[in-house]
């Protein structure tokens, strides 16, 4: 699992005019290739009267699964173009799908990679882009008469604390960076003098807005 990674808010669209043309675009997260194509095949029906529903999406750790299609417009100047933004906003589970209603002005090969590239960020913009983390909870035990200093010190250093549980001692579930688990608890033995029973259970992404 990456430790970190950006993708989109889970749907959006924006719309845009270009010499006479409507450019709608749809934007929505996915994870899998049926996702995808499910979205894709909504889009096209909510819009079946369009001239064009051309889509892209970028899905998996690795970008291993990438599709672009034209949908009849010119090959390359409109599925790709919508492929290479997600790919410059190193974005992923990504799925684009740009309807376009024909203005009755031809824009030519590169002014349709214009229209394509810009409706498509145009729409990830306003759909909003967030940062997914690689979080391990750890539940951290220590005696009452270390609550307050723990709590003031997690909270100080911005720590997120999702609960803590009032028993015979006080355990706080933390959510700690993957890559700083290590450094973490070095840190509170540290602060408590080693008087704390530290114990690392789930694993899990927590979002935050990148715009």
Request: charged residues 25%; hydrophobic residues 35%; aromatic residues 8%.
């Amino acid at each position: 699992m990456l430790s970190s990674y950006y993708t989109v808010n889970l749907s959006g669209q924006d719309e845009v005019e270009i010499q006479k043309s409507r450019f709608i675009g749809h934007v929505k997260r996915v994870e899998t290739e049926e996702e995808a194509q499910a979205f894709i095949q909504s889009v096209k029906k909510a819009h079946a009267s369009a001239t064009h529903n051309c889509s892209a999406y970028l899905i998996g750790e690795h970008d291993q699964i990438q599709k672009a299609n034209d949908d009849g417009e010119p090959s390359g100047t409109a599925g790709v173009p919508i492929l290479e933004v997600l790919k410059k906003r190193q974005l992923k589970d990504t799925a684009v799908v740009v309807t376009r209603y024909f203005g009755g002005i031809k824009l030519g090969a590169g002014g349709l990679i214009r229209a394509y590239s810009s409706t498509t960020s145009q729409a990830i913009d306003t759909t909003g882009i967030v940062n997914r983390k690689l979080m391990k909870q750890l539940e951290l035990t220590v005696a009452y008469p270390l609550l307050g200093k723990i709590e003031n010190e997690l909270r100080n250093a911005n720590y997120l604390i999702e609960a803590i549980d009032y028993l015979d001692q006080v355990t706080f579930h933390v959510l700690v960076e993957i890559d700083h688990v290590e450094k973490f608890k070095d840190w509170i033995v540290d602060l408590t003098s080693d008087q704390v029973v530290i114990k690392e259970t789930e694993e899990k992404y927590i979002e935050s807005s990148a715009t």
